[in-house]
Each structure stands twice: as structure tokens, then as C-alpha cells.
């Protein structure tokens, strides 16, 4: 009996031992992560942008990926370097589109064609719905063109897949990086069961709104598009924008017309141009 016991105890602390082993290695990469220090370029944008009213605690650096994540945003490290050159890559930044506006907002550039190049890893049963993606945003303006691309280095946007099963994202997309550029990648989260149908366009179409510079509806930091509704108003309407920050279905199909709210056209025309 009382050996039994030892045996019971010694088997008990063996797991508490391993329990606690755990815990220290997720400590460790913690500790690892806040060391890393952000460079002057990154320093210079979060600066930047806690000024035009994002919280700092909402700006968590991604060093991998070279900006801040904000839910399935993420803000190129480069941001405010680039805004000062006055000469971006191409086409011309325009003043007011400068980080000047969010919420239902942007920052970009005079749009053109846009090319997309889907990595070997997408998956392929969502290739469908990103084609009625990238359609849909083809005709909400003369100014704006996505077409596809098999040369992968004259890319614009890089369409491709991470895993996390612990993650809230379904996928991200990166900002422009202010140099005129649209966002230069967006990814879809494998660990997700996406369905391939109008859901997966919805998102998708989200998706390719942060390339083109469109912040969420719903989430406070800086300014508004001039005519939209506000934060609170989205917060209580699934369907006031396809840039909520939780993606719902609303009006979109794969036809014509597409499911642009009224805000979404606003901010399209705002911005781009009809
Ligand atoms: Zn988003």
C-alpha cells in the first residue's frame, strides 16, 4: 500500500514537473519577443500613428512580417518613412488620403491595375471566391483594376496561407506601405474552415480592402471619411460595411450587382474615384 502510494506521488510530481517545464519555455519566447527592439523606421511609425489616434496596446509589433498587427491588420514598419519621401514608386500619393482619415478609412494612393499572384499553398477551392473578390473591387471603380499574375515578381499582392489554430484571424492583409504601393501581401488562416462560397468572397473582399488602404468600420483611431457613419454605427450594423472588423455576408453574391453598403461606396469614391 504505501509503496503505491510512493509510486503514485513520484508519478504525481513528475507532472507537475512537466506542467511547470512548459510554462517556463512559453515565459522564455515571451521574454525573447519584448527584447527585440523596434528599429528607428518602426519606432518613427508608431509614433506616427498613436498621433493620429491608434492605441499603443493595440499596435503589437510583428517582427516576422515587419509591422504592427492590428487584429488582421498589419501597419508596415516603413509607414511613416515612406510617407515623407515625396516620391513614391507610383503614381502620387494624394494629401488627403495620408493616414489622414480611418475608422472607415484609407490611405493610399491614385489606384491602376493591381496584380495578384496566388502562391502554390493557397488553397485551391478558394480560388474561386478570390476571383469574384478581386471582381467586385474591379468594378467599384474606374480607378481601380485587379487581375491576376503568374509572373510572381511583377506581383503587387502576394495571396498566400499561414496556420494557427490559436489564432482569432481568418485571415490578414498588409496596408500600403505608404510608398504607393497597395498592401503587398494577404493570407488566409488554414486552420480555418473556410467554405469557398460567398462567406469566403465577403472576407476576401475585406481582405484586399486593407491592401487598398481601408481601415475597420468599427474601430476607433483617427478620423472618418467624410458622409460615412462612425465606429458606434457599425458596431451595430452587420452590414454597414465590408470592412467590419467581423466579416458578415450581407448583400454579397457571385453576380452582379455587387453588395457595396452605402459607406463602402462613399469611402471607394472618396478615395478613388468612380
Ligand atoms: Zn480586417
Given at each position: 500500500?504505501?509503496?503505491?502510494?510512493?509510486?503514485?506521488?513520484?508519478?504525481?510530481?513528475?507532472?507537475?514537473?512537466?506542467?511547470?517545464?512548459?510554462?517556463?519555455?512559453?515565459?522564455?519566447?515571451?521574454?525573447?519577443?519584448?527584447?527585440?527592439s523596434?528599429?528607428?523606421?518602426?519606432?518613427?511609425?508608431?509614433?506616427?500613428?498613436?498621433?493620429?489616434?491608434?492605441?499603443?496596446?493595440?499596435?503589437?509589433?510583428?517582427?516576422?512580417?515587419?509591422?504592427?498587427?492590428?487584429?488582421?491588420?498589419?501597419?508596415?514598419?516603413?509607414?511613416?518613412?515612406?510617407?515623407?519621401?515625396?516620391?513614391?514608386?507610383?503614381?502620387?500619393?494624394?494629401?488627403?488620403?495620408?493616414?489622414?482619415?480611418?475608422?472607415?478609412?484609407?490611405?493610399?494612393?491614385?489606384?491602376r491595375?493591381?496584380?495578384?499572384?496566388?502562391?502554390?499553398?493557397f488553397?485551391?477551392n478558394?480560388?474561386?471566391?478570390?476571383?469574384?473578390a478581386?471582381?467586385?473591387?474591379?468594378?467599384?471603380?474606374?480607378?481601380?483594376?485587379?487581375?491576376?499574375?503568374?509572373?510572381?515578381?511583377?506581383?503587387?499582392?502576394?495571396i498566400?496561407?499561414?496556420?494557427?489554430?490559436?489564432?482569432?484571424?481568418?485571415?490578414?492583409?498588409?496596408?500600403?506601405?505608404?510608398?504607393?504601393?497597395?498592401?503587398?501581401?494577404?493570407?488566409?488562416?488554414?486552420?480555418?474552415?473556410?467554405?469557398?462560397?460567398?462567406?469566403?468572397?465577403?472576407?476576401?473582399?475585406?481582405?484586399?480592402?486593407?491592401?487598398?488602404?481601408?481601415?475597420?468600420?468599427?474601430?476607433?483611431?483617427?478620423?472618418?471619411?467624410?458622409g460615412?457613419?462612425?465606429?458606434?454605427?457599425?458596431q451595430?450594423?452587420?452590414?454597414?460595411?465590408?470592412?467590419?472588423?467581423?466579416?458578415y455576408?450581407?448583400?454579397w453574391?457571385?453576380?452582379?450587382?455587387?453588395?457595396?453598403?452605402?459607406?463602402?461606396?462613399?469611402?471607394i469614391?472618396?478615395?478613388?474615384?468612380n
Amino acid at each position: 500500500m504505501l509503496t503505491h502510494k510512493f509510486k503514485l506521488s513520484i508519478f504525481l510530481a513528475t507532472i507537475l514537473l512537466c506542467v511547470s517545464c512548459q510554462n517556463d519555455g512559453l515565459d522564455q519566447e515571451g521574454l525573447n519577443q519584448e527584447k527585440q527592439s523596434l528599429s528607428k523606421e518602426a519606432t518613427a511609425t508608431l509614433n506616427y500613428l498613436i498621433e493620429k489616434g491608434f492605441f499603443e496596446v493595440d499596435l503589437l509589433p510583428d517582427f516576422k512580417d515587419e509591422g504592427f498587427m492590428h487584429g488582421d491588420i498589419v501597419i508596415p514598419f516603413a509607414l511613416k518613412g515612406n510617407i515623407d519621401k515625396n516620391s513614391p514608386k507610383k503614381g502620387n500619393v494624394q494629401e488627403k488620403n495620408q493616414w489622414y482619415y480611418n475608422g472607415n478609412g484609407v490611405y493610399y494612393n491614385n489606384s491602376r491595375n493591381i496584380r495578384y499572384y496566388i502562391e502554390s499553398s493557397f488553397p485551391t477551392n478558394l480560388e474561386y471566391a478570390l476571383s469574384w473578390a478581386a471582381y467586385h473591387w474591379s468594378i467599384s471603380s474606374a480607378n481601380i483594376n485587379f487581375s491576376r499574375t503568374y509572373n510572381r515578381s511583377s506581383a503587387d499582392i502576394l495571396i498566400g496561407t499561414w496556420y494557427n489554430s490559436n489564432e482569432v484571424a481568418w485571415a490578414r492583409a498588409a496596408l500600403p506601405d505608404g510608398g504607393g504601393n497597395v498592401g503587398s501581401w494577404m493570407r488566409v488562416n488554414t486552420a480555418k474552415n473556410h467554405a469557398g462560397g460567398e462567406s469566403t468572397m465577403a472576407l476576401l473582399i475585406h481582405e484586399f480592402g486593407h491592401n487598398l488602404g481601408y481601415l475597420h468600420s468599427d474601430q476607433y483611431g483617427g478620423g472618418q471619411i467624410p458622409g460615412t457613419n462612425g465606429p458606434s454605427y457599425h458596431q451595430n450594423n452587420n452590414c454597414g460595411s465590408v470592412m467590419k472588423s467581423a466579416v458578415y455576408t450581407c448583400n454579397w453574391r457571385f453576380s452582379t450587382p455587387s453588395g457595396w453598403s452605402s459607406d463602402d461606396r462613399t469611402s471607394i469614391t472618396w478615395a478613388y474615384g468612380n
